[in-house]
């Protein structure tokens, strides 16, 4: 059974880092691309980041481009996100998400292309 899990979120600081971590089982991550959506309360769901499995390719939403960044470790089959300079516009619930046939990283449908979802991690960035 496909199934991914995020974990890493808590309560940060304004300028705080935290590393989130989309663990995969039933399938080999590296075969797939896996983005990472966030949803904050009363807003849509938005793209974040995303990570090609084709050839690896990292994307980026202009929101947090150079605070964030999307790595991959096949040995742990694993993806990770790592934020720094966070701010309080950060707080969110934050999802991944992969597809067992699309490839690409889109971020403009609220991720309607990928069909498995995490059950989700809060992220909150407050003082």
């Known amino acids: 059974q496909l199934q991914l899990v995020e974990s890493g979120g808590g309560l940060v600081q304004p300028g705080g880092s935290l590393r989130l971590s989309c663990a995969a089982s039933?399938?080999?991550?590296?075969?797939?691309?896996i983005a990472w959506f966030r949803q904050a309360p009363g807003k849509e769901r938005e793209g974040v980041s995303c990570?090609?499995?084709?050839?690896?390719?990292?994307y980026y939403a202009d929101s947090v481009k150079g605070r964030f960044t999307i790595s991959r470790d096949n040995a742990k089959n694993t993806v990770y996100l790592q934020m720094n300079s966070l701010k309080p516009e950060d707080t969110a619930v934050y999802y991944c998400?992969?597809?067992?046939?699309?490839?690409?990283?889109?971020?403009?449908?609220?991720?309607?292309?990928?069909?498995?979802w995490g059950q989700g991690t809060q992220v909150t960035v407050s003082s």
């Open positions: 998400a992969t597809d067992l046939l699309f490839r690409l990283c889109v971020f403009t449908n609220g991720g309607y292309e990928y069909n498995y």
């Open positions: 039933g399938f080999t991550l590296d075969k797939y691309t």
């Open positions: 990570i090609k499995s084709t050839d690896g390719s990292r």
